[in-house]
């Protein structure tokens, strides 16, 4: 019981970020990405120790916990300030069990999104060509740009996206209730490789009720949805990975 409540801890306190946001503007600005104010209880100053005793700052880290094959632990009470968080690697077992406990907390499931419901493109079509999302695959990432957890997973998911050969039959399209001046020079610094923005968003996030940031959503060629997530965590990268080379082997 008390290893459950100590890796809730640490799922809760660094996985999963909530944000609510704020934009009231649902004017329809889309843009293509060829290379491509918010609260949260994020500290992006935080350290934590890699396994030689290294101090990493959350971008340095959060690359590491996007493997999926790292744990942040404590050596005492995560909610005391002069805890030492550390990295762990974790066996592949280990892995799959934490995958499993933590997608469960971490899932969307609402009226309009859940796995095995299909999507329903007309949110979309409002803001992007209906012929161009028919018969593919589609990646939906939801962002803005003051969100870490959002934008450091960019050259993550970039590196990915350039491994995958058939990426015409994959869409992805990066949501932002930003406007496209911010949005855009946010993807100028973190890019986001073969996604198309669509900035002032807010209209889609409504519809598809998404209300933590970052989210990602995938569907099948027929869109049905296989991966629906809301936060990060050391599972969200690369169950994104994996749900994406899913759906592009059907």
């Not at 100053?45 to 030689?52: L, P, W």
């Not at 796995?115 to 409002?126: F, R, Y």
């Not at 996030?205 to 933590?212: F, T, V």
């Not at 969200?236 to 059907?250: R, S």
């Amino acid at each position: 019981m008390k290893y459950l409540f100590t890796l809730l801890l640490s799922i809760f306190s660094y996985a999963i970020i909530f944000a609510q946001d704020t934009s009231k503007s649902v004017q329809k600005k889309v843009v293509r990405v060829s290379t491509s104010m918010l609260r949260t209880n994020l500290d992006t100053n935080r350290i934590v120790y890699d396994e030689t005793g290294k101090a990493l700052r959350y971008y340095q880290y959060s690359k590491v916990m996007n493997t999926g094959e790292y744990s942040i632990n404590y050596d005492g009470n995560p909610s005391l300030p002069t805890t030492k968080a550390f990295l762990k690697k974790i066996s592949q077992e280990e892995q799959f069990k934490r995958y499993e406990m933590i997608k469960e907390l971490m899932k969307i499931n609402n009226s309009a999104i859940a796995e095995g419901k299909t999507l329903d493109i007309s949110t979309l079509t409002a803001f992007y060509e209906k012929e161009k999302i028919e018969n593919k695959a589609i990646v939906l990432i939801f962002w803005y740009a003051n969100c870490p957890p959002c934008t450091e997973a960019f050259a993550d998911i970039s590196t990915f996206l350039k491994q995958v050969d058939n990426t015409k039959d994959l869409l992805v399209l990066a949501i932002t209730t930003d406007d496209q001046t911010v949005a855009t020079a946010k993807l100028k610094e973190k890019p986001l490789l073969y996604a198309e923005l669509i900035s002032s968003g807010r209209a889609i996030a409504n519809a598809y009720q998404i209300k933590s940031y970052p989210s990602y959503i995938v569907t099948d060629k027929n869109h049905v949805i296989r991966y629906a997530i809301a936060g990060s965590s050391q599972i969200t990268i690369p169950g994104l990975k994996n749900a994406i080379k899913a759906v592009l082997q059907q």
